[in-house]
């Protein structure tokens, strides 16, 4: 049985955002797991440790919420089933850093009391939930099974505002050991504020500038060993990327001939445009010759490091 670490009737949103940082929540475990698409693993520690802002809910996690009561309605509509709302953090027996902040409970005949998960998705992601449910959330309601100790959990979701899906979903015992020592390695690595490995997010790149964000000059290392692969990476990347990009280009001219002076072209499913567009740039060359007290009172002096790799 779980244990209830807070009431969240009531509670403010601010609040709320400072219990998700006592452990690691359902929507969360897509992104220890590396599976999640909107937000790498050194984000989500970044954001545990405060050292960036929990990320705002956009429009699509805030629609999401208010058709909550909508999509909860319909299931028992369909179903027969009648929804519990849970107005509180759940938190692992065992495992403290395992929350849950469930959007209902329901009965099943066989299972007993379960999980009940409501989501939205847009017509674009019809075709994740054709015959399946989309990985990021198989690992929530498994998480929510283990913090839980529920044997079933229930899914209903509104797709494109007109169509309506509901599956069951058993406990998967090996799935729920799987996520046990993942997340515990990823809280391990909070509480020691020692971030987890490097990948090639932007979250990543962030970090490491904001750890180093000088070079000391002149100073010189031997890298290790291992530095030999991550170049040859590096290099052959950066081939691979050249020549893509200059694919990419001759594509893109050959289409700018065929278009012409016309502004829109189709081809199939396809439109493409190549429109004409102005904008305002201040001209900072002038603007520091004539008037250079103005340029040196506005002008906004940067810093960064310049990472390149050549051979010797």
């Known amino acids: 049985m779980a244990k209830i670490l807070v009431s ?12 998700r940082k006592k452990g690691i929540g359902g929507s969360d475990v897509s992104v220890v797991c590396g599976v999640n698409k909107y937000k790498s693993p050194i984000e989500l520690w970044m954001e545990k440790t405060d050292k960036i802002p929990c990320s705002e809910a956009g429009e699509a996690a805030y629609w999401g919420t208010r058709l909550e009561a909508l999509v909860r309605d319909e299931f028992t509509k369909r179903t027969g ?3 519990s709302k849970v107005n509180q953090i759940l938190q692992h027996e065992d495992f403290p850093f395992m929350l849950a902040n469930l959007d209902g409970t329901c009965e099943h005949p066989n299972f007993g009391t379960c999980v009940f998960e409501a989501k939205t998705a847009s017509a674009y992601k019809s075709t994740d939930w054709e015959n399946k449910i989309p990985d990021e959330y198989m690992l929530q309601i498994q998480h929510y099974m283990a913090v839980t100790g529920y044997a079933g959990a229930y899914i209903a979701v509104l797709i494109g505002g007109n169509t309506f899906k509901w599956k069951f979903i058993e406990r998967d015992e090996e799935i729920i050991s799987m996520l046990t020592e993942l997340e515990n390695d990823f809280w391990e690595h909070v509480q020691n504020e ?6 090639g997010s932007s979250a990543s790149e962030k970090f ?3 750890r180093f964000p000088d070079s000391i000059p ?11 692969n991550l170049i040859s990476e590096y290099n052959s990347a950066c081939e691979k ?3 893509i990009t200059e694919k990419k280009q001759k594509a893109e001219n050959l289409l700018k001939e065929m ?8 081809s199939g499913n396809s439109v493409v445009t190549w429109k004409s567009m102005s904008q305002e740039r201040l001209d900072s060359k002038t603007l520091k ?3 250079p007290k103005l340029y040196a009172k506005y002008a906004n002096k940067i810093s960064y490091r310049r990472f390149s790799i050549r051979t010797v």
């Open 8 to 19: 969240t009737e009531n509670m403010p949103y601010e609040e709320w955002l400072e219990y």
């Open 81 to 83: 089933i009648e929804v």
């Open 194 to 199: 020692l971030p987890p490995a490097l990948d």
């Open 208 to 210: 490491l500038s904001e």
């Open 218 to 228: 002149k100073s010189k290392i031997e890298l290790p060993e291992t530095a030999e």
């Open 241 to 243: 990327l050249e020549e």
């Open 259 to 266: 278009l012409g002076e016309n502004e829109i072209g189709t």
């Open 289 to 291: 010759a004539e008037h």
